[in-house]
């Protein structure tokens, strides 16, 4: 059974950093791209990184370009983003999620962690 | 960026009867992806490549469309299936997803 489970959310001020976790399990880690995907509360869902299977690409949106690094290691089934310079327009739940296949869809979604900018 | 419109926003079925929900894109993409969100919980995959459905989906359930025109219909809706339904793009990034239709039971 594949398992996605996110660590590390909380509150946080404007301007620090948070590094998200998400341990895989029940597939092959190293055969997929992995993403992570947010939604803040009471919105829609909003892509905000994808990470190809070795690491060595790596695409974001213009929204946190520059601020979030997504990155992984295969060798511990884990995913990772970290996120610095937070607005309170990044407080969301944050998914991790596996690729499905070339036509970049989501099959496999974590139970998504809370993230809160607030001073 | 490609925005994808969902319509509508927001809608009512009675139990038996036909749902469609659509999805624009403002460029043409060369699949749709949908996915099902049941408040309190993660989206969960629902049709991908515009009109293959995932595992355990029922299949009153169905996709289609092609270029900029994609919808998904549920040929007879259940109380099962109130949930807000996002279709999702994964041609070109950025990544996009529609702004979501929420369904509700009559």
């Known amino acids: 059974e594949v398992q996605l489970v996110e660590s590390g959310g909380g509150l946080v001020q404007p301007g620090r950093s948070l590094k998200l976790s998400c341990a895989a399990s029940?597939?092959?880690?190293?055969?997929?791209?992995m993403a992570w995907v947010r939604q803040a509360p009471k919105k829609g869902l909003e892509w905000v990184a994808t990470?190809?299977?070795?690491?060595?690409?790596?695409y974001y949106p213009d929204s946190v370009k520059g601020r979030f690094t997504i990155s992984r290691d295969n060798a511990k089934s884990s995913l990772y983003l970290q996120m610095n310079s937070l607005k309170s327009e990044d407080t969301a739940t944050y998914y991790c999620?596996?690729?499905?296949?070339?036509?970049?869809?989501?099959?496999?979604w974590g139970q998504g962690v809370m993230v809160t900018v607030s001073s | 960026e490609i925005v994808l419109t969902q319509s509508p926003t927001t809608m009512a079925a009675s139990p038996g009867e036909k749902v469609t929900l659509t999805c624009r894109a403002s460029?043409?993409?060369?699949?749709m992806h949908w996915y099902q969100q049941r408040s309190g919980t993660s989206p969960k995959l629902w049709i991908y490549?515009?009109?293959k459905l995932a595992s355990g989906v029922p299949n009153r359930f169905s996709g289609s469309g092609s270029g900029t025109s994609y919808s998904l219909t549920i040929n007879s809706m259940e109380t099962e299936d109130a949930a807000t339904y996002y279709c999702?793009?994964?041609?070109?990034?950025?990544?996009?997803f529609g702004g979501g239709t929420k369904l509700e039971l009559k």
């Open positions: 990470i190809s299977t070795s690491g060595s690409r790596t």
């Open positions: 999702q793009q994964g041609s070109s990034y950025p990544w996009t």
């Open positions: 490549e515009t009109s």
């Open positions: 999620a596996r690729r499905g296949g070339y036509g970049g869809y989501f099959d496999y």
């Open positions: 460029s043409s993409v060369s699949y």
């Open positions: 029940g597939f092959t880690f190293s055969n997929y791209y």
